[in-house]
């Protein structure tokens, strides 16, 4: 039986915790609940919700076990290690990986997880790309912008060039988008449904345009929450491509080609959008994913909304994919 694998989930550290609310503001701002969570804000739109289970290892397996999930492939999320200077990014790079290889060597069986690094600072972030998949990294997150900078920018180079070379896996998660405040997405806390969506759909869509994929060859880029707006759009990116030389300058082949060379993961929450992306994207790119422990996660849901696939697409999607893409 295939094992289910889990490849888009979420843990912290409180040192992490404890270094994002002393050194991230003004630009990151925390609120304490009465029940004693953590609420993160960025320009006045709050982004996430610390749960216990955000630093419970102990949670975790039990929620995993109650849901029928084998195997997580762990993950920091926003904002990441993006905050303070460079003495403080790396701090808090190294506490959550070192947490996350902690709970590898502790749960051998149940855990995997994906390194974190100062991306604006990159002599200091290949070095820790390096220390930590020595450490046991499997993969390695980033966010869809890197404080309002695209992840094309050319002072990210060193970093993409030393996760290419691995040929890791990179899980590009969204944060709130650049021009937030103009956008008024705090209004109806529209950063976790809306802004976060656009945010991995114009990064994703900028690497295609922009000549990324054939630059760096052997990454294998997955897409959040079923890469967000992408499979919706397809037909309009290809149309554009089609339509205006300017968008050819970069790139020879349509949009949707690029589109199947990506990977993305299972956390929508309708049937029809993860079918849809499974069209777009094909049944060998797309992996289960909850979203768990966020609010708006759903290990079971997700989990039912895969198991509701063919046999041998649900296979796929499960578990045989991520063993494949992960080297698990």
Not at 42 to 70: E, I, S, T, W
Not at 152 to 158: A, G, I, K, N
Request: glycine share 8%; aromatic share 8%.
């Amino acid at each position: 039986m295939t094992q289910v694998i889990d490849v888009h989930t979420h843990m912290f550290s409180r040192e992490w915790l404890r270094l994002v609310k002393e050194f991230g503001p003004p630009q990151y701002v925390n609120e304490t609940l009465a029940n004693g969570n953590e609420l993160l804000f960025h320009k006045g739109a709050q982004f996430l919700n610390a749960v216990p289970a955000h630093f419970d290892y102990k949670l975790r397996l039990a929620a995993m076990d109650k849901a029928g999930v084998d195997v997580a492939v762990v993950s920091l999320t926003s904002p990441n290690c993006f905050f303070g200077d460079e003495e403080i990014g790396l701090r808090a790079a190294r506490a959550v990986n070192d947490d996350m290889a902690q709970a590898q060597a502790d749960h051998p069986d149940r855990i995997r997880w994906m390194l974190s690094v100062p991306w604006e600072h990159s002599v200091l972030a290949t070095a820790e790309v390096e220390r930590a998949h020595r450490n046991g990294a499997v993969g390695a997150m980033v966010l869809a912008n890197i404080n309002g900078r695209h992840l094309t920018d050319p002072v990210f180079h060193s970093v993409w060039k030393a996760l290419d070379e691995r040929g890791l896996p990179v899980l590009v998660h969204p944060t709130v988008p650049p021009g937030a405040d103009e956008l008024g997405i705090e209004e109806h806390n529209l950063a976790g449904s809306v802004g976060f969506m656009f945010d991995t759909t114009l990064a994703i869509s900028r690497m295609i345009f922009d000549g990324f994929f054939d630059r760096y060859p052997n990454l294998k880029i997955i897409a959040s929450h079923a890469g967000g707006a992408l499979p919706y759009i397809v037909g309009r990116l290809d149309r554009c491509f089609e339509m205006d030389p300017k968008r050819r300058t970069k790139i020879s082949r349509p949009p949707s080609e690029y589109l199947k060379r990506i990977y993305y993961d299972s956390v929508t929450y309708r049937q029809e959008a993860l079918e849809l992306c499974l069209k777009v994207g094909g049944d060998d790119n797309v992996m289960y994913g909850s979203d768990f422990p966020h609010g708006i996660g759903d290990m079971v849901g997700c989990l039912e909304r895969v198991d509701s696939l063919s046999e041998e697409v649900g296979m796929k999607v499960r578990g045989e994919n991520a063993q494949r893409i992960f080297g698990l």
